[in-house]
């Protein structure tokens, strides 16, 4: 039922939409809030360390956040975790340069019901005004649409 209400939501949740304006805490403790991120797109990603999909797509990511082609993007990533201990594994090893918070209630955790997610990793591409202009489901689709943005 939980998965079903979430699809239905997640359809809302299309280009030319306003995404929710969420604050999290990151894994140094500091508080991030959506609206007051300073760069004019943001990529918000949910995964977790038990998806293989996104233990594929993080680290692509990851060399891509660090090259000299990311038009100005932050991400901003969700781990969605249950296990404290699997999430701070993983982190260990990708060693990210970006925000990453962890929302230890997961799949109900109010973020996750905010953005309809369903399924990881789930991607949605922000602009200035934190509307969505893209919602990539590959780090290839993702790739694509930063590319459109330095047009």
């Keep these: 039922e939980?998965?079903?209400?979430?699809?239905?939501?997640?359809?809302k949740m299309a280009p030319g939409e306003t995404a929710p304006d969420i604050v999290l805490r990151d894994t140094?403790?500091?508080?991030?809030?959506?609206?007051?991120?300073?760069e004019d797109y943001v990529l918000v990603i949910f995964w977790a360390s038990s998806c293989?999909?996104?233990r594929e797509m993080l680290p692509e990511l990851q060399r891509w956040y660090l090259s000299?082609?990311?038009?100005?993007?932050?991400?901003?990533?969700?781990s969605i975790d249950t296990s404290l201990t699997d999430f701070e594994r993983y982190m260990e090893q990708l060693d990210p340069q970006w925000i990453t918070a962890h929302d230890?209630?997961?799949?109900?955790?109010k973020v996750s019901s905010d953005y309809h997610i369903y399924a990881t990793p789930s991607l949605f591409l922000l602009?200035?005004?934190r509307s969505i202009i893209a919602r990539p489901s590959s780090f290839r689709q993702f790739?694509?649409?930063?590319?459109?943005?330095?047009?």
């Design 52 to 54: 293989d999909h996104c």
């Design 2 to 11: 939980l998965i079903l209400s979430r699809m239905e939501g997640y359809k």
């Design 104 to 109: 230890p209630l997961g799949w109900y955790g």
């Design 143 to 151: 790739n694509r649409a930063v590319k459109k943005l330095g047009d």
């Design 68 to 78: 000299e082609e990311n038009f100005g993007v932050e991400v901003l990533s969700i």
């Design 127 to 129: 602009d200035k005004e």
């Design 28 to 38: 140094e403790g500091t508080n991030h809030q959506l609206s007051d991120i300073p």
